[in-house]
């Protein structure tokens, strides 16, 4: 089958940096996402990865290791509206879309 | 100007009504989807339409139909609604099939059925 695993939550303090880890066995892959979604509101796209390496985007970084099925996403100087669930989502051999259950990252003072 | 709209945002029902949801995008894209977002947060695509013909269908029940009168519009219908179809269903699109592609999604429909 395919799946998608990501931590369900996780807490960090504003200024720090988190990373949230995602990992995926789906049928072939043609590339990874993470999408940021607030409470209430649609997912919103922040980043694509289909090729090895770190994608650096102001504060947010997204990595991936395609041996290991594994992407992070990093996030630096935290703010709180970066307090959301962060959505890992992965495009199979037949270019469907796979996503994880997203983790609510909790960001305190 | 928005990108992808929905219509209604809100809509509670009783059970075994049957209700639609609209959804338009301004983008020019190809392909349109239909997810349902539980409880649990996750995302679980519904249909896909690329180029007015159905490309994806999940084990949705029947009960579920997409209707695509243009590629600017997918529409959902919902036929005998049950208590367990309450949760929100985005609609999104994306300029193609195309791996490079993101999803681009609309606000979301919370429908409440009792």
């Known amino acids: 089958g395919q799946n998608i695993d990501q931590p369900t939550e996780m807490t960090a303090t504003e200024g720090a940096i988190v990373q949230i880890n995602c990992t995926y066995q789906?049928?072939?892959?043609?590339?990874l996402f993470w999408y940021q979604q607030h409470a209430g509101e649609a997912p919103t796209f922040l980043s694509y990865n289909v090729l090895d390496g770190l994608e650096e985007k102001g504060r947010f970084s997204s990595f991936l290791s395609r041996s290991k099925g594994y992407s992070y996403l990093l996030l630096k100087e935290l703010q709180m509206k970066d307090s959301a669930s962060y959505l890992c989502a992965v495009t199979d051999s037949n270019y469907q879309l796979i996503w994880g259950a997203g983790t609510k990252l909790i960001i305190k003072p | 100007d928005t990108a992808v709209s929905q219509t209604p945002k809100y809509l509670v029902t009783q059970m075994g009504n049957d209700k639609s949801i609209k959804c338009e995008q301004n983008?020019?894209?190809?392909?349109m989807y239909w997810y349902k977002q539980d409880s649990k947060k996750f995302l679980k695509i519904m249909f896909s339409?690329?180029?007015?013909?159905?490309?994806i269908n999940e084990t949705v029940p029947n009960r579920f139909s997409p209707k695509s009168p243009d590629k600017a519009h997918l529409n959902l219908h919902i036929n005998s609604l049950e208590l367990g179809d309450s949760a929100v269903y985005f609609c999104?699109?994306?300029?193609?099939?195309?791996?490079?592609?993101?999803?681009?999604f609309g606000p979301g429909t919370r429908l409440l059925v009792l």
């Open positions: 339409y690329n180029n007015k013909e159905l490309i």
């Open positions: 789906t049928s072939g892959f043609n590339g």
């Open positions: 983008l020019g894209h190809d392909t």
């Open positions: 999104a699109s994306s300029p193609g099939l195309a791996d490079q592609e993101t999803q681009y």
